[in-house]
């Protein structure tokens, strides 16, 4: 069952909302809805959140995505539309209902971290039990160990404006995780930050996830970050969810053209790993084979190298077309001794740290699993491709219908 | 030439206080015997104690919440109005103007709390408080004075009437301008109304709030002068005497004694829900905390020998 389980989602500003909820169903654009006056901010959303996932909403400013995250804990009702979290709906009820759902099931982090100036770390740490009614030996406790989760041990006595920003949304942090709710709303929770410290905190996050394996909902207009972060993204644009995938199928595969804008200027080296463009390994021949095989396989792939590898599928080395067709002539039954000059990645490692690899071995880049296990191979040509933006023509996506000029300029 | 007719507003009005004095005595007894006794009490419990010992203890609150340079003034000027000779009359407008203070913020005060929560009331109140402020004081010590007749309860009342609208409006703008984001964390980990009220709108708003009861404070000090033509006891009623006497002397003296108050009420108030941290308060609150850490950090790591020698 789905942590969060959107279906239809609508949520319209503005009197009256539910015409602009018929408008839509008849058709209507976002455009003639604000003639009416009305706001519709999210539009007909529906994904879903698996629990332990980090899913991240991504969207330029006025998309829609802090109006999406409201829903989810009833801080805004939704206009039309299903919402379910852990598997109750969640859309209209009532304000007792509201409140044993934000205390028990989803917080929150806020963006300017929203803690109370005139209350120390350890009690903003600690807000959320307060409100619950936990004894206060007992909250105490608690946010004492989401303060050191984060990496605040000590600082409980000290107030919010003796810490610097990294350090408030730390404690933003701990205050979420003290409440010890499964889900966590994120809303730009690190927009605020400087780059590196942002960079920390993401790492931070990751950290934490890996040992807690909350349900995150992360919002964000950083693609970057939106590609560290995310198992799995939802690119919003003007209200609707225009395309929802794993980092790499956004890259590679974006469904409009508006995405494609998007990720354009992504530092692709950074987010793609070895193991997205990586192929399969045909090139390749066992180490007893002979010469002759080598040869009739160089031809069939026509390639001038081939990967030797053991009968567990480790990798020997490498064998080149020169030395092959002389181990022909001076009649061996044996492959020449296979050069040891293969660099071995795992499908793990950004692209960004192939290059220098890549550019040391004229032979293409191993891909091992953790067992060494040969499990793909990236020639340098590959490696070369996977930076330029797909298009159309290449990888063969249709394009948005709504074709529009301005992104296929700016490629 | 009036094509218009004479719309009698002026009749209506005065329609109305004829049937309120007729047909609400009970309530108008009831409001004008209390402020009466509360005012009446509070004068008689300043006048308890020695001037000069009532001034040191004033001067020593003054220490207590803003600083030492306060206090010397704070001792100066209550001396001041001691060799004067208007003490009494001048703690007899400081009972009525705390008096009204504390009736007004009882009222202000959740008025504010409920107009910044609901848009209906504000809307409402606010004209409310527009006709209040700007009505010329001296029209409605009339019915006033047909309600309560003479004495402390008029003033008190016109006082109230006149210092209500800043610590309405100041509560209301106070609850309204904190940060949304920090009252949304309220709602969502699962605050209630109250919760939210009590634990972040009304601490963040205080500044704010104390503004509007400081405010409050000194326009009842300004009211209280003008209670002096209804014969409210204190010093107004001296300054109205000199004017009816063109006494420039006693008109002078009393003057300065409103003034000598007036900053003695507005730098106490205003130093409350401001950081002061020259007064004698922060210092105590400061060492305070100091031990509460070291104790903390004892228990915390408690290695023998490490101790911390104090
Ligand atoms: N309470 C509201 N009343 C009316 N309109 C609103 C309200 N809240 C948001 N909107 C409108 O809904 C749209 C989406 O706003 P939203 O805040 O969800 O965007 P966002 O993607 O979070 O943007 P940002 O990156 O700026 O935070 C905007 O056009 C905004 O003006
Ligand atoms: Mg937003």
Do not use: C
Request: charged share 20%; net charge negative; aromatic share 4%.
């Amino acid at each position: 069952m789905p942590a969060i389980e959107a279906t239809g989602l609508t949520k319209i500003f503005g009197r009256r909302p539910q015409r602009g909820v018929k408008m839509l169903r008849e058709g209507a654009t976002r455009e003639q809805l604000m003639k009416e006056g009305l706001t519709a901010a999210v539009i007909d959303a529906t994904f879903d959140v698996q629990p332990g996932e980090i899913f991240v909403v991504m969207g330029l400013s006025g998309s829609g995505k802090s109006t999406l995250i409201r829903n989810v804990n009833g801080l805004l009702e939704p206009t039309a539309g299903t919402l379910l979290v852990d598997g109750d709906d969640v859309t209209h009820l009532p304000p007792a209902g509201l409140r044993a759902l934000r205390r028990n099931k989803v917080s929150m982090v806020f963006q300017h971290f929203a803690l109370l100036p005139h209350r120390t770390v350890g009690e903003n740490a600690a807000y959320a039990l307060e409100l619950k009614g936990v004894s206060k030996a007992d909250r105490e406790k608690a946010a004492e160990e989401a303060l050191g989760m984060v990496g605040l041990d000590g600082w409980g006595g000290h107030l919010p404006s003796e810490l610097s920003g990294g350090m408030r949304q730390r404690v933003g942090l701990a205050r979420a995780l003290a409440a010890g709710t499964e889900i966590m709303l994120m809303d730009e929770a690190f927009s605020a930050l400087d780059p590196l410290i942002r960079k920390e905190m993401q790492d931070q996050l990751l950290e934490l996830q890996a040992d807690l394996g909350k349900t995150i909902l992360f919002i964000t207009h950083d693609l970057n970050e939106a590609m560290r972060l995310g198992d799995r993204i939802a690119m919003m644009r003007d209200g609707k969810i225009v395309q929802i995938g794993t980092a790499e199928q956004i890259l590679n595969e974006p469904a409009t053209d508006y995405v494609s804008q998007f990720v354009a200027d992504v530092d692709r080296t950074r987010v793609l790993t070895a193991g997205a463009v990586m192929e399969r390994p045909v090139a390749v021949i066992g180490s007893e084979s002979g010469p002759r095989a080598a040869r009739k396989l160089m031809s069939e792939h026509q390639t001038s190298s081939l990967l030797v590898v053991g009968r567990d599928r480790k990798v020997v080395g490498v064998v080149w077309e020169d030395d092959v067709a002389e181990a022909i002539r001076q009649g061996s039954d044996n492959l020449p001794r296979p050069s040891r000059a293969v660099a071995q990645v795992s499908p793990e490692t950004p692209l960004a740290e192939l290059f220098g690899d890549a550019a040391e071995n004229r032979s293409p880049l191993a891909v091992v699993n953790e067992k060494g296990a040969l499990v793909g191979v990236i020639p340098r040509v590959t490696l070369l491709s996977a930076l330029a933006v797909p298009n159309g023509s290449e990888n063969g996506t249709s394009t948005d219908s709504e074709a529009d000029a301005t992104a296929g300029g700016a490629r | 030439m009036s094509f218009i007719p004479h719309i009698p507003l002026g009749a209506g009005a005065e329609a109305a206080v004829d049937w309120i004095k007729a047909n609400l005595p009970v309530v108008l007894d009831a409001i004008s015997d209390s402020f009466n006794f509360l005012a009446g009490e509070l004068t008689d419990l300043l006048m308890l104690l020695p001037a000069l010992v009532l001034a040191a203890l004033f001067a020593v609150l003054g220490a207590w919440v803003r600083s030492w340079k306060f206090a010397i003034f704070v001792l100066l000027g209550m001396t001041l109005i001691i060799s004067m000779e208007v003490w009494e009359p001048a703690m007899q407008t400081l009972s009525m103007v705390l008096v009204a203070t504390l009736v007004a913020v009882i009222i202000s005060i959740p008025v504010g709390i409920l107009a910044a929560k609901n848009a209906t009331v504000s809307a409402i109140v606010r004209p409310v408080l527009d006709f209040m402020q700007t009505m010329p004081a001296l029209v409605y010590l009339v019915p006033v004075v047909i309600f309560f007749s003479i004495g402390f309860a008029p003033g008190v009342v016109a006082t109230i009437i006149f210092s209500l609208p800043p610590g309405v409006r100041l509560t209301e703008l106070g609850i309204r301008q904190v940060d949304s984001e920090t009252v949304e964390a309220g709602e969502a980990f699962g605050g209630t109304s109250g919760q939210i009220l009590r634990g972040i709108q009304l601490p963040l708003g205080l500044p704010t709030i104390m503004a509007g009861i400081n405010q409050v404070i000194m326009l009842g000090l300004s009211m209280a002068v003008m209670a002096g033509f209804v014969g409210a006891p204190g010093l107004g009623k001296i300054v109205t005497g000199a004017l009816a006497t063109v006494d420039v002397a006693v008109g002078f003296e009393a003057g300065l004694g409103i003034v000598i108050l007036a900053i003695f009420l507005d730098r106490l108030t205003g130093a409350i829900g401001q950081p002061t941290p020259g007064s004698i308060g922060a210092a105590w609150r400061r060492r305070q905390s100091a031990k509460a850490e070291l104790a903390a950090a004892k228990s915390r790591r408690p290695a023998p020998g490490a101790g911390v020698g104090v």
